[in-house]
């Protein structure tokens, strides 16, 4: 699904994000990506949606050469994609149900398509009851479902997600693992950003360790993998 080859990222500033970076995730894996602060982690999953491009390397997606997509294609490949960040960035002024139904509203779903796959995606994350709420009478960790129900709604084979219990309890954001988890055993890639070691050690899944732009542990063969 996912493999790095010899990835690097510098930044315009002469940051160097990303040196050498090699790894592969396959299809239907749940994979968590961690580090201390500044380590790569965002830069990596940012390689991946194409928010950023490499400057060295090949990066892969279904076994598509990112490097030859073109700039028009980008929103094509996104919608294989569900993206979720540390700020679920809802709009305030929309009603869950507005906020959940934005992706397919874009990409020009009929009215009675998108009643169905909201609501779909709402019972999920167990937020059925809340479709017509308001993000500012939710709380923390409701709002956060609410990012992951958007996230998924379109049904993407794979899920990115940067630091998404960065500001949760630990209890909630025990919960939000358990909901990545059950993407996972319906076959969706699941690959998480997170510098919670003690959270995310005792879900059995592999850890890909970045330090200082390099992967230290949980690589596999990138080179030959498919």
């Known amino acids: 699904m996912i493999r790095f080859i010899n990835v690097s990222k510098r930044y315009p500033n002469g940051q160097e994000a990303l040196q ?129 129900a958007r996230a998924v709604v379109n049904k993407p084979r794979l899920l990115l997600a940067d630091e998404p219990t960065g500001n949760l309890d630990p209890d909630l954001s025990r919960e939000i693992m358990g909901l990545f988890n059950q993407f996972k055993k319906v076959g969706v890639t699941v690959l998480v950003a997170s510098h919670d070691l003690a959270l995310i050690a005792g879900l059995k899944h592999r850890i890909l360790t970045l330090k200082g732009g390099q992967l230290i542990s949980g690589m596999v063969d990138a080179q030959h993998g498919k």
Request: charged letters at 25%; a positive charge.
């Open 20 to 148: 050498k970076v090699s790894f592969q995730v396959k299809p239907g894996e749940m994979a968590f990506l961690t580090g201390h602060s500044g380590a790569g982690k965002s830069s990596l999953l940012k390689l991946i949606a194409l928010i950023e491009r490499s400057s060295q390397g090949q990066v892969f997606v279904e076994g598509q050469n990112l490097n030859g997509i073109k700039h028009k294609d980008i929103p094509f490949l996104r919608r294989k994609m569900g993206l979720i960040f540390q700020n679920p960035r809802l709009l305030k002024e929309r009603t869950v149900f507005d906020n959940v139904a934005l992706p397919l509203i874009i990409d020009g779903y009929r009215h009675q398509d998108i009643s169905r796959r909201v609501r779909g995606a709402l019972d999920k994350v167990g937020l059925l009851d809340k479709e017509k709420t308001y993000p500012d009478f939710l709380s923390q960790g409701e709002q956060q479902r609410v990012g992951i």
